[in-house]
């Protein structure tokens, strides 16, 4: 029997599979506040504490939400816009007593809290329920901190919060709607149908007014409420030549920043530390040498140019002299001008980008002039 010899007595070959470390942010899911199913309800499934994911509204019901639910009619209203989510976070506030009346909630930061532990979403809507001036103010704080992004809509006459110099949460003017008794459940939720219609979007490449919604009502405003949702930075829904969007200068923040930007920048922010992460984990070793800084900053450029690409970052343009002003640009430090002691640290510092915003256009001015020929 011959004797089969095998190529590893001669070369030998190993070869690891690296795999890029991934990043559980999102910037495309939204997360709703909800109360618990009515008691008794049947179900197969018990939601409790827990956060579920869900790719269309009728799976509430597998949970207990009846079709009447504000669960189900949040849930009918994110998946009807276009485009529509793939899917949408649940988590129910616990209630903590029943004795009393109204009941008795844990506080919205607790829930906030127990959903953020399961991760997976970036934007928060809480039920009708829960637009009180109380809840609203604790999960404007909440968001802040926690790097998230909070819709709310109101239907009276002023806002609801003296929380207004926040960059991580927006306002939608729901009421006035026409001929109607009461103000429909569904436009407690205009605020959830934009995020769910612009996450679909990549970051950097939406605006966030003048966007058709579906599954809500346009609202008819008076001089004065126009007036002052445009001076406090709230958004309205409503009809511009026979055209169901959402304001012109809509989009804001409470702080009077769009709110494009405000994802734009958490994208970017998590993108480019993902790419500098997988660089120093993929590799045995990055060298605290030029070559090795070199990298870091491709890495940089590589996210700063995606965010080019997609819209968020100005491109190259060039002013009346013909001179380049570029999108973006990038500073490292060189080897040499590190010391001992920083190389010894083993940490880089000084590595920083500067990039111009693309802005965009949602109001246009034209003047003209007609003449006799």
Known sequence: MAIRNNLNDIVKVDIAISTPGSSDESFSNVLLVVEGPETGKKSTDNIGTKVVSISQ?????DYGFSTESQAYIMASVAFSQSPAPSLIYVVARQVTSEETDPVTYEKISVTLDRAKEAGGWYGIALSKTFLTKTDLEEAIKWTESNDKLLGFTFIGETLPVSTTNFFRSFAVYGGGVPDVESNP?????ISLAMMAKCFGYDPGSETWGLKPLTAVYPCKLSTAMKKYCDENCITY?????????????GGKVLANEWIDT???RDWLKNDMQERVFNLLVLNT???????????VEGKMEESLKVGQKVGGIAPTEYDDDDNEIPGYTITVPSSSSMSDSEKASRQLTGCKFTAKLAGAIQVVNISGNLVYA
């Open 285 to 295: 070793k990055v060298p605290f040498s030029d070559e090795g800084i070199t990298a």
């Open 237 to 249: 829904f409503t009809t511009y030549a026979k055209k169901n969007v959402t304001s012109s200068m």
């Open 185 to 189: 459940d569904e436009n407690y939720y």
């Open 57 to 61: 509204a009728s799976e509430l019901v």
């Open 262 to 264: 405000i994802r734009f």
